[in-house]
């Protein structure tokens, strides 16, 4: 069974962030930074700054739903981004 994976990265250009989920972190990673995403090759490169690992999509869907909520992306500023 495969594991997933909700990852947020941070351009290290600009002041963006992107969140998103995987089953291979680090071929999502090579995937944003070579420009094949269309928002994320507008502010490369990008550096993962938190992941959690999860047992299914379904939660690894409802995880990321959560972060780009205005509770998630509250949370993120004060314990990812330390503002």
Same mark, same amino acid.
């Given at each position: ?24 972190? &680090? @071929? @999502?990673l090579?995937q &944003?930074?070579?420009?094949? &995403?269309?928002?994320?090759? =507008? ?8 992941y959690?690992?999860?047992?299914? =999509?379904?939660e690894?869907?409802?995880?990321e739903?959560?972060f780009?909520?205005?509770?998630? =992306? ?10």
């Amino acid at each position: 069974m495969p594991m997933y994976w909700i990852y947020v990265l941070k351009s290290l250009n600009a002041e963006k962030s992107y969140v998103g989920i995987t089953d291979n972190i &680090h @071929r @999502r990673l090579n995937q &944003h930074n070579a420009g094949k &995403h269309s928002y994320t090759k =507008r502010y490369l490169p990008w550096k993962v700054v938190y992941y959690e690992q999860v047992d299914s =999509r379904i939660e690894a869907r409802a995880r990321e739903k959560y972060f780009k909520s205005s509770a998630g =992306r509250k949370w993120m500023r004060y314990n990812i981004f330390g503002k």
